[in-house]
């Protein structure tokens, strides 16, 4: 062994204190030790669980989604006979969960742009009427709105003295009666056109932008997609011989028969969820357009710019941006707070599943998992898409 060998003793491996003051060791030892903890921790929680059911004759598992559910529902917007099984049932209580949280969701975010807009208008009594109606709507809680909204409808007239229109829509104290559609050989074909309509108006408006990027050149690209889904359809329509008739309601003996009815604690549930959820949808808007520099809109007008096409062209693109975030916030409480229907009796997935199914099967833990992993889902979906959208819209750093 030479001098320098021994001058200089070797380091194979390092010392203890090296590889416990190590970042990256330490990092990974602690996840390990909160994995397994979290681990334990459900298993024990399940193995718990289980022995307790147990020693109480209760029993466990999926197998009741099998069985018969002795009960019917009140309205549905899917075939549903009391003999289905609780499948059925949750079936049936996520699509009337999802109905009313879709046309909720839609007018929610049509009426937040537009109260959020006249809150910034430069006259003054529209402004303070936005202005008094939000501090009115979101100052009061969300179950009170469907209570109150339930309540008042119940002081429309009869069905004998219904509030109609044009002899097809009717409006009392049980709900809406509306034309029913009944599609004939060769609607799935106008479905298809639809579909295509949409598909390619899409491509145009995707074409439209990079032109208008590369040559400033506009192209009517919302009108030319109106008439792409509007104008295939109507045309494979008319070439099949209109395969579309309407059921139209008409009052016999005590009520209406017919077409179809919408009970009113649908609507009353509707109208308080888009009443209430506006407000904030049109904070959010009116947040946005003040984030766009003023600059903005003082250049546009300088290029010639209508104020309507100003706003539509320059300040709402750029405000999305911040429009966004809460949006995906709100569109979710939208679905979550559609839950409160139980106080009103709407047969939504709370008042069906987890209230009548679970008090018949005794299921809770499964019926209450299942029942958040719906909402659950539901929210990670919109919070994908979103979030999605909100990438494609925020400035690109080059």
Known sequence: MSAVDKAVPRRDARSISEIVNDERFRSI?????????????????????????????????????????????AWSIIDYEAGDTYFHVYLVGIANTLIVSFFAIIATTLLGFVVGVM?????FVVAQIASAYVEVMRNVPLLLHILFWFTLSSALPSPKQSLGWLDSFF??????????????????IVIIMVLIGIAVAYGVTVWATKRQMATGQRFPAFWTGVGLVVGLPLLAFFALGAPLTFDYPALKGFNFQGGADVPRAFCALLFALVLYHTVFMAEAVRAGIL?????????????????SWTLRLVVIPQAMRAVVPPMISNWMNVVKNSSLAIAIGYPDLVA???????NQSGHAIEIVAMVMLFYMTVSLTISAALNYYNKLVQIKER
Do not use: C
């Not at 334990?40 to 197998?63: C, D, H, K, P, V």
């Not at 809150?119 to 006259?123: A, V």
């Open 29 to 73: 030892f602690y996840q390990i030790i909160v994995a397994v903890a979290v681990i334990w921790t459900a298993q024990y929680l399940i193995t718990n669980t289980a022995e307790n059911l147990q020693a109480r004759g209760m029993s466990t598992g999926f197998e009741f989604l099998s069985s018969t559910a002795g009960f019917s529902i």
């Open 119 to 123: 809150r910034l208008s430069s006259n």
């Open 171 to 188: 409006l009392n104290n049980r709900g809406l009666y509306v034309p029913a559609p009944v599609p004939g050989d060769g609607f799935d």
């Open 291 to 307: 984030s766009v520099s003023h600059g903005q809109t003082e250049a546009s007008y300088s290029l010639g710019l209508k104020p």
């Open 352 to 358: 069906v599943f987890m209230q009548t199914s679970l």
